[in-house]
């Protein structure tokens, strides 16, 4: 099945320590993004990746980091979390030769840093 | 900058009854996204609009684009309960990349 997976789908943290969000795909695309989402501001993208090794900010990179070392996977990591950061996060991917770039969503990691 | 704005960002309506979300947005662009959310659950994408006057239908939900009035709308016909859930449209800010820019969504609760 093709699909985004997100792990973990829930974590409870402490201010300050590190943690990773994994993300892969099975679909081969090329494109890959992180999203917060909370409540009343819809979406906001955190970075995004075109390709392998291409990773961008998006409008709220500030306290976290990404890699793209293979295609399949974009693991989002907040290097010292705090209590701002909680939040929904949603990965997604599309593929760049389709034309349309519709996005699959993965099922959201919620994330709580006390 | 851009801005993406939805209204209303609350509906609550009746089944059989009719209505339009609304979606501006602020600078040009060259495609717009319809997604739906239901609560506790990720975005499925519902339409994709790439030109000025496109028209996408499925079911009871039917989208539009106005790209010179840089205004979408998503139109419920006949809306029944299962069309309730949060539905956001998103525009892409820049060509030959997939930046995109939400809106603050929109919760549509439909009543018996």
């Known amino acids: 099945e093709a699909q985004v997976t997100q792990n973990p789908r829930y974590l409870i943290t402490v201010t300050g320590k590190k943690l990773t969000v994994t993300c892969s795909q099975n679909m081969n695309h090329e494109y890959m993004s992180w999203y917060r989402q909370d409540p009343g501001l819809g979406l906001r993208q955190i970075y995004y990746?075109?390709?392998?090794?291409?990773?961008d900010k998006g409008d709220v990179p500030e306290g976290y980091k990404v890699s793209r070392k293979e295609k399949r996977n974009f693991p989002l990591i907040l290097e010292s979390p705090s209590p701002n950061q909680t939040s929904l996060y949603f990965c997604?991917?599309?593929?760049?030769?389709?034309?349309?770039?519709?996005?699959?969503f993965g099922a959201g990691s919620r994330l709580t840093v006390l | 900058e851009l801005k993406v704005e939805q209204n209303p960002l609350f509906l609550s309506m009746q089944e059989g009854k009719n209505y339009t979300i609304y979606c501006n947005y602020s600078t040009t662009s060259d495609r717009l996204y319809w997604y739906r959310q239901d609560p506790g659950k990720s975005l499925e994408s519902l339409f994709v609009?790439?030109?000025?006057?496109a028209v996408k239908q499925e079911g009871r939900l039917m989208a539009s684009l106005d790209t010179k009035a840089r205004l979408s709308t998503l139109h419920i016909t006949a809306a029944v309960h299962d069309l309730s859930a949060t539905y956001f449209c998103a525009v892409r800010v820049i060509q030959g990349a997939q930046k995109l820019v939400f809106g603050q969504g929109t919760r549509l609760t439909i009543n018996p």
């Open positions: 609009l790439l030109s000025n006057g």
């Open positions: 997604a991917s599309s593929s760049e030769g389709t034309g349309a770039n519709v996005l699959t």
């Open positions: 990746s075109m390709n392998v090794e291409v990773t």
